[in-house]
């Protein structure tokens, strides 16, 4: 099934008769886009449909975009996004819904996840108890570096209470079989949020917030590519990051 394609349509409110007339196709064409990833409409339609959904067309049928426009190492980069906060809900979904493996969340607060996400907390659990590996590595909210980024930002909803509040989460989840925690400071310049063999990169500019940063949608397909090299780089940090009481911080 093309999950991207189905979630993008729930996040739009459009059901299949819905989007078959927005962009003039029969239903059952729609059902045949939403039966399998293998089944591609033509440049045009992906473009009508990425319109209508208010996503990529990159999003909703990344191997056919890939395979017509890119043929180098760039072919990881399926999406990129001026804003973090410009990439549309249903990608997030998507990829926290569609892990099976493992999830890491480093950003230096992960604060957003709680707020545009509806349930996430339940839905992260859920990934845990099923036997996805699930990651949070954040700042110490007591941390030198810590305090300097609040004065960079000098922003009402400070840097240490975004991470607080991340950790009042995680506490409430409890220590849990496949959740675990760690404190780092050595990301506070880049987020990296991985999905399986996806992953949404966030290289933080001066002293803007994390929405306000551009973003990059990859996919692994190569070995030491871009994915592989930020995985390794999100790895690194993990393996040196410090346990965060109550949560777990298993290796």
Same mark, same amino acid.
């Given at each position: #099934? ?18 078959? &007339? ?13 039966? @399998?990833?293998?089944?591609?409409? &033509? ?6 449909? *990425? ?5 990529? *067309? /990159? #999003?909703?049928?990344?191997?056919? $975009? ?26 997030? @979904? ?9 999830? $890491? +969340? ?28 699930? &990651? ?16 960079? /930002?000098?922003?009402?909803?400070? $840097?240490?209470?975004?991470?607080? #509040? ?6 409430? #989840? ?18 990296? +949020? ?18 306000? @940063? ?12 871009? +994915?592989?090299? +930020? ?21």
């Amino acid at each position: #099934m093309n999950v991207a394609l189905r979630d993008a349509m729930t996040g739009a409110g459009m059901t299949r008769s819905s989007l078959a &007339r927005k962009v003039g196709v029969a239903g059952k064409t729609v059902d045949r886009w939403l039966a @399998s990833e293998a089944r591609v409409p &033509r440049a045009e339609a992906r473009a009508a449909v *990425a319109e209508v959904l208010g996503v990529s *067309a /990159e #999003m909703l049928w990344p191997k056919a $975009v890939r395979d017509a426009i890119k043929t180098g190492t760039d072919r990881e980069v399926i999406a990129t996004y001026a804003y973090r906060n410009t990439c549309p809900p249903t990608v997030w @979904s998507s990829l926290i819904d569609g892990a099976k493996r493992r999830i $890491v +969340f480093a950003g230096y607060t992960n604060y957003f996840i709680w707020q545009e996400q509806p349930k996430a907390a339940e839905r992260l659990r859920a990934k845990a108890e099923a036997g996805v590996q699930v &990651r949070f590595l954040v700042g110490d909210p007591e941390s030198e570096v810590t305090r300097r980024r609040e004065q960079v /930002e000098d922003s009402p909803l400070t $840097v240490g209470t975004r991470i607080r #509040m991340t950790l009042a989460q995680l506490q409430q #989840m409890g220590p849990l079989p496949g959740l675990e925690a760690r404190f780092s400071d050595d990301h506070i310049a880049l987020s990296a +949020f991985v999905f399986d063999d996806e992953m949404l990169v966030t290289p933080h500019i001066a002293n803007l917030l994390g929405h306000e @940063s551009p973003m990059l949608h990859l996919r692994r397909l190569q070995a030491d590519g871009l +994915f592989d090299r +930020f995985a390794q780089h999100v790895d690194a940090l993990w393996e040196g990051g410090r346990p965060v009481p109550g949560v777990g911080g298993g290796s």
